[in-house]
Protein backbone atom coordinates (compact mmCIF):
# COMPACT_ATOMS: atom_id res chain seq x y z
CA UNK A 1 0.00 0.00 0.00
CA UNK A 2 1.23 3.11 -0.91
CA UNK A 3 1.40 6.14 1.84
CA UNK A 4 -0.20 9.21 0.91
CA UNK A 5 -4.07 9.00 -0.89
CA UNK A 6 -6.48 10.40 1.33
CA UNK A 7 -4.73 9.68 4.48
CA UNK A 8 -4.58 12.87 6.51
CA UNK A 9 -1.11 12.51 8.24
CA UNK A 10 -1.34 15.90 9.91
CA UNK A 11 -3.92 15.33 12.47
CA UNK A 12 -2.78 14.93 15.85
CA UNK A 13 -4.67 11.71 16.64
CA UNK A 14 -6.09 10.83 20.49
CA UNK A 15 -3.38 8.08 20.39
CA UNK A 16 -0.78 10.94 19.82
CA UNK A 17 -2.35 12.89 22.84
CA UNK A 18 -1.98 10.34 24.73
CA UNK A 19 1.72 11.08 24.75
CA UNK A 20 1.36 13.63 27.77
CA UNK A 21 -2.11 12.84 29.52
CA UNK A 22 -0.29 11.55 32.96
CA UNK A 23 2.11 12.99 35.45
CA UNK A 24 1.05 16.62 34.64
CA UNK A 25 0.81 18.68 37.93
CA UNK A 26 -1.28 21.51 37.07
CA UNK A 27 -3.41 23.56 34.30
CA UNK A 28 -6.13 25.89 35.03
CA UNK A 29 -8.58 24.32 33.15
CA UNK A 30 -12.36 24.16 34.12
CA UNK A 31 -13.85 20.42 34.65
CA UNK A 32 -10.48 18.98 35.35
CA UNK A 33 -10.56 15.70 37.96
CA UNK A 34 -7.35 14.98 39.29
CA UNK A 35 -7.00 11.87 41.19
CA UNK A 36 -3.96 10.19 42.46
CA UNK A 37 -1.46 10.17 45.36
CA UNK A 38 1.83 12.00 45.80
CA UNK A 39 4.42 10.14 44.96
CA UNK A 40 8.52 11.20 44.50
CA UNK A 41 9.83 14.27 42.34
CA UNK A 42 6.65 16.16 42.03
CA UNK A 43 5.47 13.80 39.26
CA UNK A 44 2.23 13.44 41.26
CA UNK A 45 -1.12 13.28 39.96
CA UNK A 46 -2.76 11.39 37.42
CA UNK A 47 -4.83 13.64 35.16
CA UNK A 48 -8.65 12.09 34.22
CA UNK A 49 -10.64 13.78 31.56
CA UNK A 50 -13.77 14.63 30.98
CA UNK A 51 -13.20 14.28 27.54
CA UNK A 52 -11.04 14.03 24.57
CA UNK A 53 -11.31 17.58 23.48
CA UNK A 54 -10.60 18.64 27.27
CA UNK A 55 -7.26 16.17 27.50
CA UNK A 56 -6.56 17.99 23.65
CA UNK A 57 -6.48 21.29 25.35
CA UNK A 58 -4.41 19.85 28.35
CA UNK A 59 -2.00 18.82 26.10
CA UNK A 60 -1.67 21.69 24.12
CA UNK A 61 -0.87 23.97 26.98
CA UNK A 62 1.54 21.23 28.13
CA UNK A 63 3.69 20.94 25.11
CA UNK A 64 3.70 25.09 24.99
CA UNK A 65 4.84 25.42 28.11
CA UNK A 66 7.41 22.17 28.06
CA UNK A 67 8.57 23.81 24.76
CA UNK A 68 9.62 27.26 27.08
CA UNK A 69 11.09 25.02 29.61
CA UNK A 70 13.27 23.18 26.45
CA UNK A 71 14.08 26.98 25.55
CA UNK A 72 14.97 27.72 28.92
CA UNK A 73 17.69 24.78 29.54
CA UNK A 74 18.90 24.21 25.89
CA UNK A 75 18.24 27.40 23.89
CA UNK A 76 19.59 27.05 20.50
CA UNK A 77 17.01 26.85 17.57
CA UNK A 78 14.09 26.00 19.90
CA UNK A 79 14.45 30.08 20.77
CA UNK A 80 13.07 31.08 17.53
CA UNK A 81 10.74 27.69 17.16
CA UNK A 82 7.41 29.64 16.27
CA UNK A 83 8.54 33.26 16.77
CA UNK A 84 8.51 34.51 12.94
CA UNK A 85 6.65 34.87 10.14
CA UNK A 86 8.33 32.78 7.19
CA UNK A 87 7.37 36.40 4.98
CA UNK A 88 8.22 39.44 5.49
CA UNK A 89 6.32 41.45 7.28
CA UNK A 90 4.28 38.29 7.96
CA UNK A 91 1.93 36.83 10.58
CA UNK A 92 1.33 34.20 12.75
CA UNK A 93 -2.28 32.65 12.04
CA UNK A 94 -4.47 30.65 14.44
CA UNK A 95 -6.31 28.06 11.90
CA UNK A 96 -9.84 25.71 13.23
CA UNK A 97 -10.38 22.78 11.90
CA UNK A 98 -14.16 21.72 11.63
CA UNK A 99 -13.43 18.47 11.34
CA UNK A 100 -11.55 17.84 14.12
CA UNK A 101 -12.54 20.90 16.46
CA UNK A 102 -9.12 21.45 16.81
CA UNK A 103 -6.71 24.35 16.49
CA UNK A 104 -3.25 25.06 15.17
CA UNK A 105 -0.81 27.88 14.03
CA UNK A 106 0.22 28.29 11.05
CA UNK A 107 2.45 30.65 9.09
CA UNK A 108 5.69 30.34 11.32
CA UNK A 109 9.38 29.27 11.17
CA UNK A 110 9.34 25.94 13.17
CA UNK A 111 12.73 24.50 14.96
CA UNK A 112 11.91 20.90 13.60
CA UNK A 113 13.67 19.48 15.98
CA UNK A 114 11.93 16.30 17.05
CA UNK A 115 14.15 15.40 20.12
CA UNK A 116 13.91 18.84 21.71
CA UNK A 117 11.09 21.12 21.25
CA UNK A 118 7.59 19.23 21.87
CA UNK A 119 5.65 21.25 19.73
CA UNK A 120 7.56 20.13 16.70
CA UNK A 121 8.18 16.72 18.12
CA UNK A 122 3.83 16.15 18.61
CA UNK A 123 3.95 16.96 14.65
CA UNK A 124 6.51 14.91 13.45
CA UNK A 125 5.63 12.04 15.66
CA UNK A 126 2.24 12.10 14.22
CA UNK A 127 3.17 11.60 10.29
CA UNK A 128 6.01 8.92 11.66
CA UNK A 129 3.57 7.29 13.50
CA UNK A 130 0.97 7.23 10.54
CA UNK A 131 3.69 6.12 8.18
CA UNK A 132 4.57 3.17 10.25
CA UNK A 133 0.83 1.78 10.64
CA UNK A 134 0.87 1.45 6.78
CA UNK A 135 4.18 -0.80 6.85
CA UNK A 136 2.61 -2.90 9.61
CA UNK A 137 -0.89 -2.84 8.43
CA UNK A 138 -0.04 -4.38 5.02
CA UNK A 139 -1.20 -7.70 4.28
CA UNK A 140 1.61 -8.58 2.25
CA UNK A 141 3.98 -8.31 4.88
CA UNK A 142 4.84 -9.45 8.01
CA UNK A 143 6.75 -8.26 11.07
CA UNK A 144 8.73 -8.77 14.05
CA UNK A 145 9.77 -6.01 16.34
CA UNK A 146 12.77 -6.29 18.42
CA UNK A 147 14.48 -4.17 21.01
CA UNK A 148 18.03 -3.85 21.63
CA UNK A 149 19.26 -2.53 25.21
CA UNK A 150 22.05 -2.43 27.30
CA UNK A 151 23.60 -2.30 30.61
CA UNK A 152 23.58 0.96 31.91
CA UNK A 153 24.59 2.52 35.74
CA UNK A 154 24.16 5.45 36.90
CA UNK A 155 26.90 8.09 35.75
CA UNK A 156 27.46 6.32 32.55
CA UNK A 157 27.19 8.82 29.43
CA UNK A 158 24.13 8.66 27.55
CA UNK A 159 26.05 9.73 24.36
CA UNK A 160 28.80 6.77 24.90
CA UNK A 161 25.55 4.48 26.17
CA UNK A 162 23.85 5.20 22.51
CA UNK A 163 27.35 4.93 20.70
CA UNK A 164 27.59 1.95 21.94
CA UNK A 165 24.06 0.31 21.31
CA UNK A 166 24.09 2.00 17.79
CA UNK A 167 27.48 -0.19 17.09
CA UNK A 168 26.66 -3.28 18.07
CA UNK A 169 23.36 -3.17 16.20
CA UNK A 170 25.47 -1.94 12.89
CA UNK A 171 27.77 -5.10 13.92
CA UNK A 172 24.68 -6.78 13.67
CA UNK A 173 23.24 -5.96 10.57
CA UNK A 174 26.74 -6.91 9.01
CA UNK A 175 26.86 -10.10 10.47
CA UNK A 176 27.22 -13.42 8.63
CA UNK A 177 24.48 -14.63 10.87
CA UNK A 178 21.74 -11.73 9.70
CA UNK A 179 22.44 -12.19 5.93
CA UNK A 180 21.53 -15.56 6.41
CA UNK A 181 18.63 -14.83 8.65
CA UNK A 182 17.78 -12.43 5.75
CA UNK A 183 17.89 -14.83 2.88
CA UNK A 184 16.19 -17.70 4.70
CA UNK A 185 13.18 -15.61 5.85
CA UNK A 186 12.80 -12.84 3.13
CA UNK A 187 13.80 -9.82 4.91
CA UNK A 188 13.25 -6.67 3.68
CA UNK A 189 14.35 -4.14 6.04
CA UNK A 190 13.38 -2.31 9.22
CA UNK A 191 11.99 0.54 11.00
CA UNK A 192 14.08 1.95 13.59
CA UNK A 193 13.41 4.25 16.44
CA UNK A 194 14.95 5.36 19.83
CA UNK A 195 13.31 5.42 23.22
CA UNK A 196 15.65 7.11 26.16
CA UNK A 197 14.57 7.15 29.92
CA UNK A 198 16.35 8.51 32.74
CA UNK A 199 16.35 7.77 36.59
CA UNK A 200 17.97 9.32 39.29
CA UNK A 201 18.36 5.49 40.81
CA UNK A 202 20.40 3.87 37.56
CA UNK A 203 20.93 7.14 34.97
CA UNK A 204 20.02 6.48 31.48
CA UNK A 205 18.18 3.79 29.93
CA UNK A 206 18.34 3.53 25.78
CA UNK A 207 16.79 1.46 23.97
CA UNK A 208 16.15 0.79 20.25
CA UNK A 209 13.18 -0.99 18.69
CA UNK A 210 13.42 -1.62 15.23
CA UNK A 211 10.58 -3.46 13.21
CA UNK A 212 11.74 -5.83 10.40
CA UNK A 213 9.13 -6.48 7.56
CA UNK A 214 9.41 -9.92 6.24
CA UNK A 215 7.96 -10.84 3.44
CA UNK A 216 5.02 -13.68 3.53
CA UNK A 217 6.83 -16.71 2.04
CA UNK A 218 7.35 -18.15 5.22
CA UNK A 219 5.30 -17.41 8.36
CA UNK A 220 7.44 -15.88 10.93
CA UNK A 221 5.59 -17.83 14.07
CA UNK A 222 6.88 -17.65 18.14
CA UNK A 223 9.46 -20.32 17.39
CA UNK A 224 11.29 -18.56 14.74
CA UNK A 225 11.22 -15.15 16.29
CA UNK A 226 12.75 -16.24 19.03
CA UNK A 227 15.09 -18.54 16.68
CA UNK A 228 16.27 -15.04 15.37
CA UNK A 229 15.96 -13.49 18.66
CA UNK A 230 18.72 -15.22 20.11
CA UNK A 231 20.91 -15.44 16.99
CA UNK A 232 21.03 -11.61 17.00
CA UNK A 233 21.92 -11.58 20.64
CA UNK A 234 24.58 -14.04 20.69
CA UNK A 235 26.11 -11.41 17.94
CA UNK A 236 25.19 -8.54 19.75
CA UNK A 237 26.32 -9.58 23.27
CA UNK A 238 29.63 -10.38 21.47
CA UNK A 239 30.04 -7.30 20.63
CA UNK A 240 28.97 -5.05 23.50
CA UNK A 241 31.48 -7.65 25.51
CA UNK A 242 34.37 -6.35 23.15
CA UNK A 243 33.27 -2.64 24.67
CA UNK A 244 33.18 -4.03 28.32
CA UNK A 245 29.85 -4.58 28.79
CA UNK A 246 29.60 -7.53 31.25
CA UNK A 247 25.89 -8.26 31.51
CA UNK A 248 23.16 -7.29 28.66
CA UNK A 249 19.67 -6.27 29.55
CA UNK A 250 18.80 -8.23 26.16
CA UNK A 251 16.94 -8.76 23.09
CA UNK A 252 13.18 -9.06 23.11
CA UNK A 253 10.85 -9.18 20.52
CA UNK A 254 7.15 -9.16 19.24
CA UNK A 255 5.72 -10.43 16.20
CA UNK A 256 2.79 -9.37 13.96
CA UNK A 257 0.29 -12.62 14.85
CA UNK A 258 -2.60 -9.94 16.59
CA UNK A 259 -3.28 -7.96 13.30
CA UNK A 260 -5.45 -5.90 15.03
CA UNK A 261 -5.65 -1.89 14.85
CA UNK A 262 -4.81 -1.58 18.64
CA UNK A 263 -1.84 -3.85 18.96
CA UNK A 264 -0.91 -2.35 15.56
CA UNK A 265 -1.43 1.06 17.32
CA UNK A 266 0.78 0.17 20.43
CA UNK A 267 3.37 -0.85 18.32
CA UNK A 268 3.59 2.42 16.10
CA UNK A 269 3.64 4.30 19.19
CA UNK A 270 6.02 2.32 20.86
CA UNK A 271 8.46 3.51 18.37
CA UNK A 272 7.75 7.34 17.58
CA UNK A 273 6.86 8.19 20.81
CA UNK A 274 10.23 7.48 22.61
CA UNK A 275 10.14 10.85 24.27
CA UNK A 276 6.87 11.94 25.52
CA UNK A 277 5.87 8.50 27.39
CA UNK A 278 4.44 8.64 30.71
CA UNK A 279 6.56 7.49 33.76
CA UNK A 280 7.31 4.04 34.66
CA UNK A 281 8.14 3.40 38.20
CA UNK A 282 10.79 5.93 38.88
CA UNK A 283 12.15 6.63 35.18
CA UNK A 284 11.61 9.01 32.73
CA UNK A 285 11.28 10.19 29.19
CA UNK A 286 12.94 13.47 28.06
CA UNK A 287 10.17 15.24 28.23
CA UNK A 288 8.95 14.67 31.53
CA UNK A 289 12.44 15.72 32.48
CA UNK A 290 11.40 18.97 31.54
CA UNK A 291 8.27 19.21 33.31
CA UNK A 292 10.18 18.29 36.19
CA UNK A 293 13.05 20.83 35.69
CA UNK A 294 9.87 23.38 35.24
CA UNK A 295 8.83 22.04 38.44
CA UNK A 296 12.44 23.27 40.21
CA UNK A 297 14.11 19.78 39.76
CA UNK A 298 17.56 20.79 38.81
CA UNK A 299 18.80 17.31 38.37
CA UNK A 300 16.00 16.79 35.61
CA UNK A 301 16.90 19.89 33.92
CA UNK A 302 20.78 18.76 33.78
CA UNK A 303 19.58 15.41 32.36
CA UNK A 304 17.68 16.91 29.73
CA UNK A 305 20.42 19.46 28.87
CA UNK A 306 22.70 15.92 28.81
CA UNK A 307 20.14 14.13 26.44
CA UNK A 308 20.14 17.20 23.91
CA UNK A 309 24.11 16.91 23.30
CA UNK A 310 23.65 12.93 23.14
CA UNK A 311 21.06 13.26 20.44
CA UNK A 312 22.59 15.89 18.32
CA UNK A 313 22.61 14.87 14.39
CA UNK A 314 20.96 11.95 15.53
CA UNK A 315 17.91 10.50 13.38
CA UNK A 316 15.15 9.78 15.43
CA UNK A 317 13.32 7.14 13.21
CA UNK A 318 15.45 5.80 10.55
CA UNK A 319 13.71 3.65 7.77
CA UNK A 320 16.24 1.65 5.72
CA UNK A 321 16.46 2.59 1.70
CA UNK A 322 14.91 -0.64 0.67
CA UNK A 323 11.88 -0.72 2.94
CA UNK A 324 10.83 3.13 2.12
CA UNK A 325 10.61 1.95 -1.40
CA UNK A 326 8.84 -0.84 -1.12
CA UNK A 327 5.90 0.80 0.83
CA UNK A 328 6.58 4.05 -1.29
CA UNK A 329 6.70 6.32 2.07
CA UNK A 330 7.03 9.60 0.49
CA UNK A 331 10.41 11.74 1.30
CA UNK A 332 9.92 14.02 3.99
CA UNK A 333 12.18 15.57 6.58
CA UNK A 334 11.42 16.59 10.39
CA UNK A 335 11.71 19.88 9.30
CA UNK A 336 9.46 19.50 5.94
CA UNK A 337 6.43 18.35 8.42
CA UNK A 338 6.87 20.47 11.54
CA UNK A 339 6.29 23.56 8.62
CA UNK A 340 3.62 21.99 6.86
CA UNK A 341 0.37 22.93 6.91
CA UNK A 342 -1.90 20.77 9.47
CA UNK A 343 -5.33 20.49 8.11
CA UNK A 344 -5.65 21.93 4.43
CA UNK A 345 -9.46 22.56 4.99
CA UNK A 346 -8.74 24.12 8.34
CA UNK A 347 -10.22 28.08 8.14
CA UNK A 348 -8.49 31.03 9.55
CA UNK A 349 -9.61 32.55 12.98
CA UNK A 350 -6.83 35.07 13.85
CA UNK A 351 -3.61 36.62 11.69
CA UNK A 352 -1.55 38.56 14.23
CA UNK A 353 1.33 40.51 12.29
CA UNK A 354 4.81 39.08 14.02
CA UNK A 355 6.11 42.80 14.23
CA UNK A 356 2.98 44.23 16.48
CA UNK A 357 2.78 44.85 19.98
CA UNK A 358 0.13 42.34 20.49
CA UNK A 359 2.63 39.38 19.08
CA UNK A 360 5.03 40.11 21.53
CA UNK A 361 2.87 40.13 24.49
CA UNK A 362 2.06 36.99 23.23
CA UNK A 363 5.34 35.73 22.70
CA UNK A 364 6.60 37.20 26.38
CA UNK A 365 3.30 35.96 28.30
CA UNK A 366 4.18 32.43 26.74
CA UNK A 367 0.54 32.87 25.60
CA UNK A 368 0.75 30.68 22.28
CA UNK A 369 -0.77 27.41 23.44
CA UNK A 370 -3.75 29.63 25.12
CA UNK A 371 -4.89 31.17 22.10
CA UNK A 372 -4.98 27.66 20.78
CA UNK A 373 -7.38 26.39 23.53
CA UNK A 374 -9.37 29.31 23.50
CA UNK A 375 -10.05 29.59 19.70
CA UNK A 376 -10.64 25.67 19.80
CA UNK A 377 -13.39 26.63 22.89
CA UNK A 378 -15.14 29.05 20.95
CA UNK A 379 -15.13 26.60 17.84
CA UNK A 380 -12.61 28.92 15.63
CA UNK A 381 -15.19 31.73 16.49
CA UNK A 382 -12.88 34.78 15.85
CA UNK A 383 -15.14 37.35 17.74
CA UNK A 384 -13.97 35.06 21.09
CA UNK A 385 -10.47 35.26 20.18
CA UNK A 386 -10.48 39.02 19.37
CA UNK A 387 -12.24 39.46 22.91
CA UNK A 388 -9.76 37.87 24.58
CA UNK A 389 -6.96 39.14 22.48
CA UNK A 390 -8.35 42.91 23.54
CA UNK A 391 -8.54 42.04 26.68
CA UNK A 392 -4.76 41.88 27.27
CA UNK A 393 -4.27 45.31 25.78
CA UNK A 394 -3.86 46.20 21.93
ZN1 LIG B 1 10.14 23.48 17.49
Not at 148 to 171: A, M, P, Q, V, Y
Not at 217 to 239: P, T, Y
Request: proline letters at 1%; charged letters at 25%.
Amino acid sequence: MAAGGSRNFETETDISLGAFNSNVKTQNLPNRRVTGDKKRHLLVYTTKFVDAFEKWQHFTLTKWQLQNEARRLVGGRLNTCCANSYQKNGSGQVYYSQATNRTFWHGLITCGQVWLCPVCSVKISTRRLQEIKIALDDDKTQWMMMTFTLEHHKGDRLETLIDDLNSSIRKLYQSRVWKNIKKEYGLIGGISGFEIRYSERSGWHPHRHVIFAFERNKEIDAQIASDIRLQAQGVIFKELEKRGYKTVSGVTVKESRQRNDAYITKIANEITLGQDKGSRGSSYSPFQLLELSKQGESWAGEAFKEYAKATKGKQFIRWSAKLKNYFHVAEMTDKEIADKKQDDDARLVVSIPTDSELWKTIRKRHLQGYLLVIAAGAKGDAKALQVYLDSFGR
